[in-house]
């Protein structure tokens, strides 16, 4: 039963319904929103700030991220806004004293030709304000309904909803809304996950910065040398400065404050910010001035916490905690906002199922599952990358440094959402150990159809995708008795759907021409069958019930 056949039976009269209410419009918020809208499912999504911010934060984006965009088709509007070149950009990290002071490489994260050859999709420099703006556009076009200045002022969960009153800031109305499903996308202080008493893991915020967005010529203390970030030691150890072009124009500041001993961002009127960025700069005439962060505001600094925390549910009840409602880790290597985005696509795809009647509600257990672990080896990742790179806060102890495809690519879901995973899978693997086993990410294989190239990743995101290879009628045949689910099925080799010009493959996803994979609608591999099976119709008829929580079906399997 849904919301709306919910109110009818009870004869309460709401101000708004809707399947899924989201909280917070930033980057995670409008993912969620942009992912369920294109699965079909209309959401309301409230921001309580008047508009979206423009300070870029999240300045890159990785392949895997770019994947998921790519399937919406919002690829082209990504690259058209981005700052440089996927295939050409460099990122340009340094350590100094300050910016016209002696630049010591830091490490960063390197894209080899090896990581850019797992997908289709090249890494995408693009600011995080940039990107937001598409991804509002994209949701609004799909249906989604966003409402800035609306703020979240209480919210009550029973077994068959959730009742949320919402206030609109600029006139101080009330609105009662009821909702199949919320979704805290509020941030790392989240409210919504204090007010539900989720706890957490992890060293916690240890770092409050204070960030800017400046207008000042620091060319004369580049001296031609090409910065993306500078971790710097003044005005005090943790300050950054952040390119924001190519000419040393345009830059975000950051640099730490201290609220435990009672220091706010009150303590920092515009003309202190100045003088800490001269500071910085190491030109201590240089003018500078700042930037609004929202437009047609006064509002020119902005404080961030940096830290490190995992909540220990992703999920109670019909609320579900998604980007830094549910974690937050240190900035270095870029895994936050990509990790968040990721989370908004896992989740989307499930509530989509179950609010069009396709999966049982159990489905949502797996939210948790699968993105909790992803989040505590993100967590250990960054935290190990901040301690080689600006030292404060991290644990002498920290994790071991994973290759970076690891992270992006190599990581594995166990869950109820997948079967086959193997008893021996560790958290992450290098790509090149993967070859399609269930609960990895499917392998990016070249395809051609209609003469057009395509990869195996354009295939996936809508629905429950079957992959099988010459010799696979009878996968193709069962997917199509299936109908009520939803399965695209391809045979790929020849006289098939697809060519494979150099039959890589069925290598890549680790069947034979007469196996086949079963890929989920985020890309995820569900199950595998290596060869024929006696009657694949009964096979992935009970394979899908299991996967899907379908109660009513029969588990023969």
């Known amino acids: ?11 309460n009269n709401f101000d708004d319904t809707t399947s899924v209410l989201i909280v917070g419009g930033g980057l995670t918020g409008l993912s969620t929103a942009l992912f369920l809208s294109w699965h079909g499912v209309r959401p309301l999504l409230v921001e309580r700030h008047p508009d979206l911010l423009i300070h870029p934060r999240a300045r890159g984006f990785t392949q895997r991220t770019v994947e998921l965009f790519r399937q919406i088709g919002l690829e082209p509007a990504i690259r058209a806004a981005s700052f440089a070149g996927g295939e050409d950009f460099r990122w340009i990290a340094v350590r100094a004293e300050t910016l016209a002071g002696q630049h010591v490489p830091a490490e960063e994260v390197e894209e080899g030709e090896e990581m850019r050859n797992l997908s289709p999709a090249p890494f995408a420099p693009i600011d995080q304000d940039k990107l937001e703006v598409i991804l509002r556009q994209g949701a609004e076009e799909l249906g989604a309904d966003i409402r800035f200045s609306t703020e979240l002022v209480s919210f009550e969960q029973t077994d068959i909803g959730v009742t949320a009153v919402l206030r609109d800031r600029p006139t101080d109305a009330m609105r009662t809304v009821r909702a199949d499903y919320l979704v805290a996308a509020d941030g790392w202080d989240s409210p919504i996950r204090e007010r539900l008493g989720i706890e957490l893991d992890g060293p916690g915020p240890f770092f409050n910065v204070v960030t800017a967005l400046i207008d000042a010529d620091l060319s004369p203390a580049l001296d031609g040398r090409r910065v993306s970030i500078a971790y710097l030691q003044q005005p005090r150890p943790g300050t950054i400065l952040m390119s924001h072009d190519e000419a040393g124009q345009r830059w975000v500041f950051g640099t730490g404050f201290s609220p435990e001993y009672g220091e706010s961002l009150a303590d920092f009127p515009e003309e202190r910010v100045i003088q800490l960025v ?6 201590p005439d240089v003018e500078v001035s700042l930037r609004p962060q929202i437009p047609d505001t006064d509002l020119k600094l902005l404080g961030f916490t940096i830290g490190a925390q995992l909540a220990q549910q992703y999920r109670m009840g019909r609320t579900f905690l998604v980007g830094d409602a549910a974690h937050i880790v240190p900035p270095t290597g870029g895994l936050g906002a990509n990790t968040g985005i990721q989370d908004a696509h896992n989740l989307a795809w499930k509530l989509a199922a179950v609010v069009r009647g396709e999966a049982g509600p159990a489905l949502l257990d797996t939210y948790h599952d699968e993105r909790r672990p992803v989040g505590l080896l993100t967590m250990e990742q960054a935290l190990a990358r901040w301690g080689s790179r600006v030292g404060e806060g991290a644990d002498e102890a920290s994790a071991a440094l994973l290759d970076y495809a690891s992270i992006a690519f190599g990581y594995w879901y166990r869950s109820t959402a997948v079967l086959g995973v193997p008893e021996d899978a560790r958290g992450a693997y290098l790509p090149s150990e993967l070859s399609g086993q269930p609960g990895t990410r499917a392998p990016h294989v070249w395809l051609v159809r209609d003469g057009e190239r395509l990869s195996t990743i354009d295939l996936f995101g809508r629905h429950y995708v079957l992959l099988t290879g010459s010799d696979g009628v009878a996968w193709v045949d069962a997917a199509r008795s ?31 021409d007469r196996g086949a994979a079963l890929i989920r609608p985020d890309g995820f591999v569900a199950w595998r069958s290596a060869d024929a099976a006696d009657d694949p119709v009964q096979q992935l008829t009970s394979v899908l019930a299991k996967l899907l929580v379908r109660e009513r079906c029969l588990f023969t399997a």
Request: charged share 20%; proline share 0%; glycine share 14%.
């Open 1 to 11: 039963m849904n919301v709306m056949e919910q109110t009818a039976l009870s004869g």
């Open 482 to 512: 299936v109908s009520d689910i939803g399965v695209d099925a391809y045979r790929i080799g020849a006289h098939g759907d697809l060519a494979n010009a150099d039959g890589s493959w069925a290598d890549a996803y680790g069947v034979s």
């Open 278 to 283: 001269r500071e910085a700069a190491g030109l």
